[in-house]
């Protein structure tokens, strides 16, 4: 979430400096973050400089320990080059195993993809499951509720 005060410093766009920006706002130092995430020791200080590219799974044990709330925890997600889960909420009922559930993770995921290539092919996506969902009987009460 952006700062409320115009005059704050710029409000971060790459994962190290959103990962710094709210381990700051917590007032954690790095290596608290790092210990309290169950990271390696110097973890926190690689990913903040862009040493090191995390996996989503790591991206979420940082969110957890900062407290941010789904849209933040989205944002991270996506500023390190992996699918939201607000997007991967709608593949849920997709399994592992299925070929197309896999796809698609696999070019959500992808570095290569542009933002802009990512922002449309979720939209779509997103488009494609609530029209999947709202067809299903039992579906849409059964997302409703979560």
Not at 9 to 27: D, I, N, Q, S
Not at 123 to 136: D, F, G, K, S, Y
Request: proline letters at 8%; a positive charge.
């Amino acid at each position: 979430m952006p700062p409320a005060d115009m005059n704050a410093p710029e409000y971060p766009e790459t994962f190290p400096e959103l990962l710094k920006w709210h381990r700051v706002r917590a007032g954690l130092t790095q290596m608290a973050l790092s210990e309290r995430a169950k990271l390696g020791t110097n973890c926190v200080y690689r990913l903040e400089r862009g040493q090191r590219r995390p996996s989503g799974e790591m991206v979420l044990k940082l969110a957890r320990t900062l407290s941010l709330n789904l849209q933040q925890t989205d944002e991270l997600i996506e500023t390190a080059g992996h699918a939201p889960i607000a997007l991967t909420s709608w593949l849920r009922p997709m399994s592992d195993a299925d070929p197309t559930y896999r796809a698609l993770r696999t070019v959500l995921d992808a570095p290569r993809l542009s933002p802009a290539s990512k922002a449309n092919l979720r939209a779509c996506i997103e488009v494609m499951c609530a029209t999947w969902l709202a067809t299903v009987p039992g579906r849409v009460a059964e997302r409703r509720e979560a």
